[in-house]
């Protein structure tokens, strides 16, 4: 098959297009021809070498989280699929034309569903969903604030914590506050605008995409007894707070997290914006315009 291949850790233009074994399908796991992936943060952040203290790269090596496609194959003791179903999963080694996938972490793509954009979904969708289902806990009636909220997690934490009953607060930049209009928040605010941040009412949960000041900032926002949940990390003074419960997410595969968000952007409850759609073979390109930021989802097409 082909692939987008890693020899050493680097800029964009480490990423080569070329052949690379098949993979097999072991016991419970599925061949998928993938349709499209989608670059990710980590993924840059693989490919250069920051994360390697973490999630490093065998050499030479194939990166990639999101995937969608159709089985190919079945391995032995899958149940549930059939060769030729649509599925999305988040997955390993996905920048190429053959993925292995576990069938426990695999998903059925909801009818009305395109196969391609189904490669967005994944990784942002189910993080988004944790931040509040495992990081804030919200439930209906409590006000949380989403920080970050146009972002494909920010989005996705958004419509889950509504989808609970929530009262939600999308924060956002100035800049960014006309496309935050449609997310289906019940206020909308500029986290860059002193004066409105200054007014926030206390809040029972802040769910965290950005990070640094703004984290910061928020974490005096809450209540006594408050959840503050960041897929960054504990914010600088978190020390500070010692009544407020910091929560890390990390994300990890989810198939009933995913389906439920699938569906949801199927009935057109939610939208993760395509920036994008890039052929495998300009992963590096792809990957060179999402480390410059402020973009929706790029995808790659195998």
Known sequence: MKAVVIHQYGGPEVLKFEEYPDPVAGAGEVLVRVAATS?????NMRRSGRAKDFFPVQFPGVIGM?????VLKLGPGVEGFSVGDRVCATADQTYAELCVVKAANLVKIPDGLDVVEAAALPLVTTTGNKLIVE?????AGQTVLVAGAVGGVGRSAVFTAKDRGAIVI???LNRQLQAAESLGADRVIATDDDHAMANLPALDAVADAVGGKTAEYLLGKLKQGGVFASVLGAPGNAKDYPSVRVVAIFSKPDASALLYMA???????????????LPLKQAGDGQAAVQNGGIGKVLLLA
Not at 66 to 70: H, K, P, R, S, V
Not at 135 to 139: C, D, I, L, P
């Open 170 to 172: 999308a924060a956002v």
């Open 66 to 70: 999101d995937l969608a496609g159709t």
């Open 39 to 43: 670059i990710n943060p980590i993924d």
């Open 263 to 277: 569906e949801a952007v199927s009935d057109g409850k939610l939208v993760i914006p395509i920036d994008r759609r």
């Open 135 to 139: 990081g804030t806990g919200t439930k």
